[in-house]
């Protein structure tokens, strides 16, 4: 079981060249370097080309480096792959509009070729599609597992608002079944979850509880259109003090039944089955990944999988 | 050789970025560079020299550069040559 950390995202509009000098600086687990709805369809060629340099020379820290292509069947979609995956420096493709597996093959496709004729190693270039209608959720599992690049899903509020002629709110409940679907999509296929976007930049205490309910819910990691939203979402997505030493103690508990030859494996008073330990092993992966808890103090299970 | 159809203009005033006005020059007339803007006077001769190594990687060989530079990266000196030959050589969709 191999983690990667995803927290955050935060999209840096592509054709913003101050922004995109200081990608290393914001700290997010990802940059999603934007060609799409950040970008009026007169600037596509400017922030393609902007990006392509910037993936070229300029630092992205930690980051892991994404881009948010236009859809394919947009004019604009295979130049932006065409430009960018030959530098050789992008992890993921944002795929959005995503609405069936056939989206992703295509893409699959193009990647494949693209790998192949620019030296670079077959698959080596991920993909996340952004569900982000109600046609996308309701084929989000075919989506999920159309493609082996697939890591993650990601859910759009805003897109999928008006797809289905509702209307946003404050406490967005309209979004909860579409959210609930997405996580279960991309859980059974074995992929992680990333919610949408919390467009109040001025509301970080909004931003906290719903990013907060978003991994009670199950998603991974949720994504941000300004730098201060970074740290939030961070510590809403990080396990608690708390939460890391119960996980301890769960394992604990397996080592020592392990070592007794018990099938059976209790902590106090309560059994412990299969999820609590996954869910425990899940806890003590993202407390060391996000530096809250020391390596040495980890579960040699843990250590060998980091 | 990449012959450029039509003036064309690049880049944004913001802080960080610059203005690029490529022209087609008649043939044989070579590229010539002019700049100004906040970081030309310490920084002219890398701005130009990276505009004149795009340009020759695209073929180009005669145009007439303005640019007002408002302490634009390397990067989007780059962007900013590359997508104005691409607009101006009708090879790309619009441009601004």
């Known amino acids: 079981m191999v983690y990667t950390l995803r927290r955050s995202r935060i999209y840096v509009p592509g054709n913003n060249p101050r922004m995109l000098s200081t990608c290393d600086l914001f700290g997010a687990d990802a940059v999603t370097l934007d060609i799409e709805d950040a970008v009026a369809p007169e600037q596509k060629l400017s922030a393609r080309w902007l990006i392509a340099e910037a993936l070229r020379d300029q630092p992205f820290g930690n980051s892991e480096v994404t881009v948010r292509i236009n859809a394919l069947s947009t004019p604009w979609g295979h130049r932006d792959l065409e430009a960018v995956i030959p530098t050789g420096r992008v992890e993921v493709i944002y795929l959005p509009k995503a609405e ?19 030296g ?20 989000a599992h075919d989506i999920a597992t159309a493609s082996h690049r697939i890591v993650a899903l990601s859910f759009g509020g805003e897109d999928y608002t008006r797809d289905v002629g509702g209307e946003k709110t404050d406490t967005e409940e309209e979004l909860a079944w579409p959210r609930s679907a997405l996580v279960a999509a991309a859980k059974a296929a074995g992929v992680q979850a990333l919610d949408t976007v919390y467009s109040n930049v001025d509301d970080l205490d909004g931003l906290y509880r719903q990013a907060v309910k ?26 608690s003090p708390e939460e890391i030493d119960y996980a301890l103690q769960v394992m604990q508990a397996i080592e020592e039944a392990e070592a007794g030859g018990s099938g059976v494996i209790a902590l106090g008073r309560k059994m412990i089955d ?3 330990v996954a869910r425990a ?18 579960p040699e299970r843990i250590r060998e999988v980091l | 050789m990449t012959k450029l159809q039509k003036e064309v203009t690049t880049g944004t005033d913001s802080k960080e970025d610059l203005l690029l006005t490529l022209k087609p020059a008649s043939k044989g007339s070579g590229i010539s560079v002019s700049i100004s803007g906040k970081g030309a006077v310490q920084f002219s001769e890398e701005i130009e020299a990276t505009v004149r190594q795009v340009l020759e990687e695209m073929g180009v060989t005669d ?10 990266f390397d990067f989007t000196i780059r962007a900013r040559t590359k997508a104005a030959v691409l607009h101006a050589t009708g090879r790309d969709e619009v441009v601004t």
């Not at chain 1, 994504?223 to 961070?234: D, G, T």
């Not at chain 1, 806890?283 to 020391?294: D, K, N, V």
């Open chain 1, 100 to 118: 069936s597996a056939r989206d992703v093959q295509e893409l699959d496709r193009v990647l494949t070729d693209l790998e192949e004729e620019h």
């Open chain 1, 281 to 298: 092993e899940r806890t003590l992966m993202i407390a060391a990944l996000s530096g809250l808890i020391a390596r040495d103090k980890l």
């Open chain 2, 63 to 72: 145009a007439s550069v303005e640019i007002v530079d408002y302490w634009a």
């Open chain 1, 274 to 276: 299969k999820p609590v």
């Open chain 1, 214 to 239: 978003m991994r009670q819910l199950g998603f991974d990691g949720k994504a941000a259109v300004h730098p201060n939203q970074v740290e939030v979402i961070h510590r809403a997505f990080s396990p």
């Open chain 1, 120 to 139: 670079l190693e077959s698959g080596q270039t991920k993909i996340i599609p952004l569900v982000e209608s109600a046609r996308g959720i309701l084929f």
